[in-house]
């Protein structure tokens, strides 16, 4: 298997601009997991889909981010409008029920 | 709510040496999994290490092992003959095993550096 496939690698976007983000989880794997990682914070859950259903986003920042799973192939992460302080890198990763996480490369996204 | 912590910001250690990096957790939960994750340069985040709770025998990966302490909530880390490639920063992760829902709660991280 490819791992967890995340896209883009690199992101730079103007304020204001909608940002999308990309995930492909192992074949296989229930649950998937957003996380941010920044040097303040360090890495935070986003939200985590299990079986494509949302079971926890309370760590969704605020209204201008949203994600998606419509298919347990493919996961979404949106930020609109996009801000400076949203700069992270963002991983996504699956797991196979109750075991650890696989992780993809990241995706570091620079809004200027 | 479960919480992770690692005290030590930064460490280095001489090559072939051996470092131990300190991890604790606090949950009300009997039936857990813990992890310690490495990001290399790379950026990208790999798994080094599993321990079950329900487990008294110390995990151990080659170079890698832990010492848990359920009682005291600690898990540590030990590198033996530490290498370059070592250097890396060391993420203590916990997950929860109540459900199959459980999200995996990561430690703010140490960063190690193995000087030649």
């Known amino acids: 298997d490819a791992g967890v496939i995340q896209s883009p690698r690199h992101e730079v976007t103007e304020m204001g601009q909608e940002v999308t983000l990309r995930c492909k989880p192992i074949?296989?794997?229930?649950?998937l997991f957003w996380y941010r990682q920044t040097m303040m914070r360090g890495l935070e859950l986003l939200i985590y889909?299990?079986?494509?259903?949302?079971?926890?986003d309370s760590g969704m920042p605020e209204d201008r981010f949203s994600a998606k799973m419509p298919n347990a192939s493919f996961s979404t992460l949106k930020i609109q409008p996009s801000e400076p302080r949203d700069s992270a890198v963002y991983f996504c990763a699956s797991r196979p029920g109750a075991r650890e996480a696989f992780f993809g490369q990241g995706t570091r996204l620079t809004v200027v | 709510a479960q919480t992770v912590t690692q005290s030590q910001p930064e460490m280095s250690v001489q090559e072939a040496e051996t470092v131990t990096l300190s991890c604790t957790y606090d949950?009300?939960?009997?039936?857990?999994?813990l992890f310690w994750y490495k990001q290399p340069p790379s950026r990208q985040m790999i798994l080094v290490i599993r321990q079950e709770a329900y487990k008294q025998q110390n995990a151990t990966e080659n170079r890698f092992s832990v010492n848990f302490q359920k009682a005291a909530k600690s898990f540590s880390l030990k590198i033996s003959d530490s290498q370059l490639g070592d250097t890396a920063m060391y993420f203590c992760a916990f997950m929860a095993l109540e459900t199959s829902y459980d999200k995996v709660i990561f430690g703010p991280g140490t960063s190690l550096s193995v000087i030649p």
């Open positions: 074949s296989g794997h229930n649950s």
């Open positions: 889909f299990n079986n494509n259903v949302p079971i926890d």
């Open positions: 949950t009300s939960e009997n039936n857990y999994y």
